[in-house]
Nanobody
């Protein structure tokens, strides 16, 4: 199973970016998907997740109202739409997937992408 993120880059504060995660080797319709991020010197944190049915979504408090997550089963791709970006959103963003129906607290997902850098300039 391979996950490849794209769409990262440099953006000014207040701007928007859309991250994509193309999945191969497993259908996202039977995979819980999530977006994590890790800033320098900080722990990795779960930003958003979607269960394998696409019915339940989770967003970290720090991004609620600014980030949305979606999926395109036909393209086997998930997305993270980020708006109102802040300097504190600067991090490497990782796409992750799990064979369980939903990402589990305290359990690392089974599959990870290599990450994409998002840098927000203030």
């Amino acid at each position: 199973v391979q996950l490849i993120e794209s769409g990262g880059g440099l953006v000014q504060a207040g701007g928007s970016l859309r991250l994509s995660c193309a999945v191969s080797g497993r259908s996202i319709s039977v995979t819980a998907m999530g977006w994590f991020r890790q800033a320098p010197g900080k722990d990795r944190e779960l930003v958003a997740s979607i269960d394998w049915r696409g019915n339940n979504r989770y967003f970290a408090d720090s991004v609620k109202g600014r980030f949305t997550a979606s999926r395109d089963d036909a393209k086997n791709t998930v997305y993270l739409e980020m708006s109102g970006l802040k300097a504190e959103d600067t991090a490497v963003y990782y796409c992750a997937g799990d064979r369980a129906p939903i990402l589990r607290v305290g359990v690392d997902p089974d599959y990870w992408g290599p990450g994409t850098q998002v840098t927000v300039s203030s």
